[in-house]
C-alpha cells in the first residue's frame, strides 16, 4: 500500500541531503555536471554554481539554445580542467 518516492534530478532531494549533510548552504556549493536538463537545471533551481563540463552529451549548440534555468554558470571543456 505505499507509494514509491522517485529521487533524481533535477528534483533537489539528493542535492539538498548533500548539502545539509555538508553543513555548506547552496550558495557555497558547486555543481558539476555533463547535462543541462538534469545536471545544471538542478544547481540552477536550487541556487547552487552550475559547471557543465562539455566531455559528456551537451554541445555548444545545446548550450546556446538552451532555458535560461538550464544556462551554466561555468562552462569547462573537460572535468580534468577542474581543480580542487
Given at each position: 500500500?505505499?507509494?514509491p518516492l522517485f529521487i533524481g534530478k533535477p528534483q533537489p532531494d539528493?542535492?539538498?541531503?548533500?548539502?545539509?549533510?555538508?553543513?555548506?548552504?547552496?550558495?557555497?556549493?558547486?555543481?558539476?555536471?555533463?547535462?543541462?536538463?538534469?545536471?545544471?537545471?538542478?544547481?540552477?533551481?536550487?541556487?547552487m554554481l552550475s559547471l557543465l563540463v562539455m566531455s559528456g552529451e551537451?554541445?555548444?549548440?545545446?548550450?546556446?539554445?538552451?532555458?535560461?534555468?538550464?544556462?551554466?554558470?561555468?562552462?569547462?571543456?573537460?572535468?580534468?580542467?577542474?581543480?580542487?
Amino acid at each position: 500500500g505505499r507509494r514509491p518516492l522517485f529521487i533524481g534530478k533535477p528534483q533537489p532531494d539528493m542535492a539538498l541531503l548533500a548539502i545539509e549533510q555538508s553543513g555548506f548552504s547552496a550558495e557555497q556549493t558547486v555543481l558539476i555536471g555533463d547535462r543541462l536538463y538534469t545536471d545544471i537545471a538542478l544547481g540552477k533551481k536550487n541556487g547552487m554554481l552550475s559547471l557543465l563540463v562539455m566531455s559528456g552529451e551537451t554541445t555548444a549548440e545545446m548550450v546556446a539554445n538552451a532555458a535560461d534555468c538550464e544556462k551554466p554558470d561555468l562552462i569547462y571543456k573537460s572535468v580534468a580542467y577542474v581543480e580542487f
